[in-house]
């Protein structure tokens, strides 16, 4: 069976290449006569592994010293409790800016340590837009602004950044080492693996150190990102495979040329599909242009048949997860940094040739 061109919005597709390295050390990793699912955490051949996977994690993004790197558990949605419970402290209050189904969990979590200002939302467009924060009043003694970079759901993402005096917390899920940032921009940065990274199973979270160990008494010890900063990710067994995976994945985008090349790859990804949505009379993206993800493309025909008729034949043609969300409607193409630009260019042929024979 041939590999299929998998346009799910996560957990997403891996680099072919890391999946076959992964492949050849499944059953015994180098000289360790068994597999690194099998290994004690606490043996050296493991200390190297996440060890390696943190450096090149610090080298890809080019992570400051004064930043902490955690390998967590909890997924995305846990950091959205973390968060408040480690941040939340000084003054209990947070701005958010809501685009989405992602900060409106982000939201209703944050609610139950302080106080919450959602400064402006999208909603009354279905999140099809990034407000203009230009004209925002952020509050000068907000503990941070919470931001998600991408909004898988509906296909939008921040060009550019709010400029703020408090710490900017950004959630990165779907788009995290997509492209350069510079992390000194922000306080906090959180990210599930199952969609750039790795397996599912893996929460990074870089987060500068004056934000770490501010948390109050009453919050757990595993809830702290003090306990996992002060042991390396290791407080208690961490995802030990999920970590070697997204080791490998940052291997990966090093040698491809690091994250200034993996930009210019997708930027030429989401050419090649936006123009031809552009173009196309059956068709259309439903997020306009300056605030188009690069990752997560949605669009629509207009005919909720017809939609159904091509999913069901992409399909067929090995192209597939391409239904779209069920807020959104129509398709959705996620195409992370794993997805060749072979993929999204036989997406493309596929669909002019659906629409020569669907006129
Ligand atoms: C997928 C996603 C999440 C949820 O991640 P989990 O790891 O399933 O908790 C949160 N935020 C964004 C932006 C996402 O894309």
Redesign the pocket.
């Known amino acids: 069976m041939k590999r299929v061109y998998n346009f799910s919005a996560?957990p997403s597709v891996l680099p072919e290449k890391v999946l076959e390295k992964a492949a050849s050390e499944l059953v015994n990793f180098g000289e360790a006569g068994m597999s690194v699912m099998e290994m004690s955490h606490r043996s050296a051949d493991y200390q190297v592994i996440i060890d390696e996977a943190e450096a090149n994690c610090r080298k890809l993004m080019g992570i400051p010293d004064n930043y902490k790197v955690l390998f967590l558990q909890g997924?995305?949605?846990l950091q959205f409790a973390m968060i408040p419970m480690n941040l939340m402290v000084k003054n209990k209050k947070a701005d958010f800016i809501d685009t989405g189904a992602?900060s409106s969990k982000a939201i209703k979590e944050a609610k139950l340590f302080g106080e919450v200002n959602v400064l402006a939302s999208s909603k009354d467009e279905n999140y099809s837009y990034i407000p203009d924060f230009e004209k925002l009043d952020f509050s000068k003694d907000a503990d941070y602004l919470h931001i998600?970079s991408?909004?898988?759901i509906y296909g939008t993402e921040y060009s550019e950044l709010p400029k703020v005096d408090v710490p900017i917390v950004a959630?990165m899920?779907?788009n995290i080492m997509s492209k350069e940032i510079n992390v000194s921009d922000y306080g906090l940065i959180f990210a599930?693996a199952?969609?750039n990274i790795g397996p599912a199973g893996v929460?990074l979270v870089i987060v500068r150190e004056d934000l770490v160990g501010n948390a109050p008494d009453n919050v757990t010890t595993m809830l702290n990102y003090k306990t996992h900063a002060d042991k390396g990710s290791m407080f208690n067994t961490p995802p030990t495979y999920g970590i070697y995976m997204a080791g490998l994945v940052f291997k990966h985008l090093l040698e491809l040329g690091g994250l200034k090349e993996v930009e210019k790859i997708n930027a030429k990804k989401a050419e090649i599909l936006y123009d031809y949505l552009d173009s196309s009379e059956m068709f259309s993206a439903t997020v306009k242009k300056e605030f188009r993800s690069k990752m997560n493309v949605p669009f629509v025909t207009g005919d909720a048949e017809l939609d159904k008729k091509f999913v069901a034949e992409a399909k067929e043609a090995g192209l597939v997860n391409l239904k779209g969300h069920r807020s959104v409607g129509g398709m959705r193409a996620s195409i992370y940094n794993a997805m060749p630009v072979e993929g999204v260019q036989t997406l493309v042929d596929f669909m002019a040739d659906f629409e020569r024979k669907n006129k």
Request: zero cysteines; proline letters at 0%.
């Open positions: 996560g997924g995305a949605s992602w998600v991408n909004n898988t959630d899920s779907s599930g199952q969609k929460t």
